[in-house]
């Protein structure tokens, strides 16, 4: 990920185009930085061609009197002078290697950072590096990716080398955009001043508005074919542009520009801990057990799975030589949002996109193609497959709900005009104890009084049973019972098997939940229950729950018999593969009449939630009076940017479903199992079946990305710290800072960010986390829970 040193200040230089002179301004960098007593570090990842014009040569045969203080180096070099992905094809043709081309991105990057690591430990001053891309912005690197991607992790700040030349005023602007698109820091743009063209000239003052400085330069000299004669030239155009005399003005003054953005840098993210102490309210932090600067995680950019974090103000301090930022894996998925990993380039240009073409535009009675093409997809692709009819598009999950909650409280209505509008106040909800639907104050009414998410204006209405649930203790697949049914533990097989639902529903274990819930709901005549609302198999804030899938298809299939309710799922979190299914009804066998969608609607890049009802529940409101209408609405509903990068998610996790991406996860789970299972995880089913069988768990669950580990603690609940406690040293990076092997993209030591719910730590990946990771992070997991004594 991202390194930044103390002693070592580090830029990548970017071409608009091929031939705009990078080598020649990065060799008077280079140079000049020299000149000035630091250590110059040049690193030319890769080179194509001869020897002859390899840059790295170049920027060594012109470093004047400076040459003992100058390094190059070229970590990866191809004699044929074409582009780098065809040298590494053809370099591979010649050796046989006909299934891949080599290095992959992973080794490319990784080779990359280590080298600059090892530059930083080696410096015993200021020092400076300039990393020289190749061709432009766009031009493929080894394996084909565009340089802009395969470089991304290490978001080193850059220098862009603008282009003199017809069109390069457009190649420019177009490059610096590419950048800036993708996380990009452009410190400074740098070109020659064409006497014709003077490109200079309009680039200057248009990029001065947008805080980027310009510096311009003498045209070099023509090549001489003559090699001497050339380098007398060359020689005395660099001793020109770098006046070793005075070692003022020009390209010193760019030196020291750059040398001042890389101190700001340093000393803003020296300053974040305290500075947001003082001016922050974070949501769901007791600032009172959290007002110390070390308590201040400070995420610099994000990259994947991964955060890249300041560690500066940590005790101890990292020392010169080592990079004050720090990957660090986003355990949580940032709130159980991320489906494809932060700073998607994919989703990314979806955004701009839309921005470009909308920005916002208001919604009721209107239309755009963002939101059209997601509501109908949603509705007859998606989740809202086979029983759906219409999408209404808001914002977030607990805005989704409020509007679930609406919907089905006037189908209610609806259905007995015979009641009286006083007697509708005090309608409620049936659900489950341990749920959570947001944090507005008509979603936590549809919550348990558990005093923990609520407020002094919460009203809990409604009935909310006690749910049994599946975990997997000492590597048994068990249901507990609550004790209102007993309070024992039912086996059940198999994780595949209680999934099951069609063989278990003529199971005992079935007629006891259906004798249960006909039973309390006989008590509960004058409840005036109007809606079921679940959360789907897992309860997520409750406590990472997941509930007997037989238990809440009872419950929907006895609601709907004995209640007469429209039926709402919150698939917020667990829904569009976070479990590894597209939808839950997989798995329950029965639909919704409203369900709600958001999180990983959007990829986690922006808030967008999708509230799906069926034609019952729109008929509710239909008339011709317009207090009739669903009069629910934001200033941002529909929002463009929101529903084309939903757009954009759901054709990205149609092709991975169609490629076969979680075809061998699958596989891990369903041995010995009959084919065409829906249950599996990204976790590996041997290490959790280890954590089942750990001293001090009490048991553990997973499905698709989620893993769930529920610690022994008598004090369990939200407020107990022991999971907390027992996985702390997951906030440690570990890992080689010498060889730089880890999973991280580039490498080195990472750390572990996670979230708990009182006793149970839970942990969340990705839909494209790599194996690698994935195998990595539970290593670091096995390695916290083993390095403590639990009791």
């Known amino acids: 990920m991202s390194l930044l040193f103390k002693n070592l200040r580090v830029h990548q230089v970017f071409g608009a185009n091929t031939d705009v002179g990078k080598t020649l301004l990065t060799s008077a960098l280079v140079r000049a930085s020299a000149a000035l007593k630091n250590e110059v570090f040049y690193l030319k990842p890769v080179s194509t061609g001869p020897m002859s014009d390899a840059d790295d040569e170049h920027v060594k045969r012109f470093a004047g009197a400076y040459k003992d203080a100058v390094r190059t180096r070229c970590l990866f070099r191809y004699d044929d002078p074409v582009s780098p992905h065809l040298a590494a094809q053809m370099s591979a043709d010649r050796k046989g290697e006909k299934t891949a081309i080599f290095p992959t991105d992973s080794t490319f990057v990784t080779s990359v950072a280590n080298h600059i690591r090892q530059c930083a430990s080696e410096s015993r001053k200021s020092a400076h590096m300039y990393v020289e891309t190749a061709g432009g912005v766009h031009s493929p690197t080894l394996s084909g990716t565009t340089q802009l991607d395969a470089y991304r992790p290490l978001r080193l700040p850059c220098i862009l080398v603008g282009d003199s030349k017809l069109g390069g005023i457009s190649s420019t602007i177009a490059s610096f955009e590419a950048l800036a698109l993708r996380g990009y820091t452009v410190d400074a743009i740098l070109l020659f001043k064409d006497s014709y063209y003077k490109n200079y000239e309009y680039l200057t003052p248009y990029f001065a508005e947008r805080g980027i400085r310009v510096d311009s330069f003498s045209t070099p000299p023509p090549r001489h074919e003559d090699i001497d004669a050339n380098f007398k030239v060359t020689e005395a155009f660099y001793a020109e542009m770098v006046l070793e005399d005075t070692k003022e003005g020009g390209i010193y003054d760019l030196v020291k520009h750059l040398d001042a953005y890389h101190e700001k840098r340093l000393d803003e993210l020296a300053s974040m801990p305290q500075r947001t102490l003082d001016t922050v309210w974070w949501p769901f932090v007791q ?133 009286p509008r006083e007697w509708m106040k005090e309608l409620g909800v049936l659900g489950l104890k341990g749920s959570y639907h947001g944090d507005t104050i008509g979603a936590m009414d549809a919550c348990e009084d558990t005093g923990v998410y609520t407020c002094e204006w919460h009203h809990a209405r409604g009935f909310w049973f006690d749910p049994p649930t599946v975990g ?303 195998r990595e992070v539970e290593d670091r997991i096995w390695a916290a829970l083993n390095s403590k004594t639990l009791n």
């Open 287 to 419: 600032h009172g057990l959290n007002n110390e600067p070390q308590n201040v995680n400070v995420i610099d950019s994000a990259w994947g799975d991964y955060f890249t974090v300041f560690n500066g103000h940590h005790t101890p301090r990292p020392t010169s030589s080592h990079s004050v930022l720090e990957p660090q894996f986003d355990g949580s998925a940032s709130w159980w949002t991320q489906a494809l990993g932060h700073g998607h380039p994919a989703l990314a240009l979806a955004a701009a996109r839309a921005a470009g073409r909308y920005g916002h535009v208001m919604f009721p009675q209107a239309t755009h193609a963002p939101a059209l093409r997601l509501s109908e997809r949603l509705v007859r692709d998606g989740p809202g497959q086979g029983w759906a009819a219409r999408a209404f598009l808001s914002d977030d999950g607990s805005t989704g709900m409020e509007i679930a909650l609406k919907m089905a409280l006037r189908t209610f209505a609806a259905s007995r005009p015979e009641r």
């Open 472 to 774: 997997i203790r000492k590597g048994r697949t068990v249901v507990a019972l609550p004790g209102a049914m007993g309070g024992d533990e039912a086996s059940t097989g198999s994780l595949v098997q209680t999934y099951d639902i069609q063989s278990r529903l003529d199971t005992p274990l079935a007629a006891l939940y259906r004798e249960h819930i006909e039973r309390t709901l006989h008590k509960l005549s004058d409840a005036r229950l109007a809606t079921l609302v679940l959360e789907p198999l897992v309860m997520g804030a409750g406590g990472m729950i997941f509930v007997d899938p037989l238990f809440q298809r009872v419950l929907v299939d006895v609601a709907r018999k004995l209640l007469e309710v429209p039926v709402i799922f919150d698939e917020v979190f667990v829904g569009l593969h976070r479990l590894g299914l597209k939808t839950t009804s997989e798995v329950l066998g029965v639909y919704p009449d409203i369900s709600v969608h958001a999180k990983i609607l959007t990829g986690g890049l922006v808030p967008l939630a999708a509230t799906l009802a069926n034609s019952k529940v729109f008929k509710a409101f239909w008339s011709r009076e317009k207090k009739d209408a669903l009069l629910h609405g934001h200033s941002y509903s529909a929002h463009a940017v929101g529903c084309e990068v939903a757009n954009e998610t759901l054709d990205i996790l149609e092709r991975m479903e169609r490629a076969g991406q979680w075809d061998e996860a699958k596989a891990a789970w369903a041995a010995n199992e009959q084919s065409g299972t829906v249950i599996w995880s990204l976790w590996a089913p041997s290490f959790v079946d280890m954590l089942s069988r750990t001293p001090g768990v009490k048991e553990a669950m997973t499905m698709g990305t989620v893993l769930a580990i529920n610690l022994e603690d008598h004090e369990a609940g939200y407020e107990s710290h022991s999971a907390q406690m027992v996985l702390s040293s997951l906030a440690q990076a570990v890992g080689s800072i010498e060889s730089g092997t880890s999973a991280a993209p580039g490498g080195g030591p990472f750390s572990v960010h996670f979230r708990t719910l009182g006793n149970v730590a839970y942990f969340m990946t990705s839909l494209n986390t790599p194996d690698a990771t994935i």
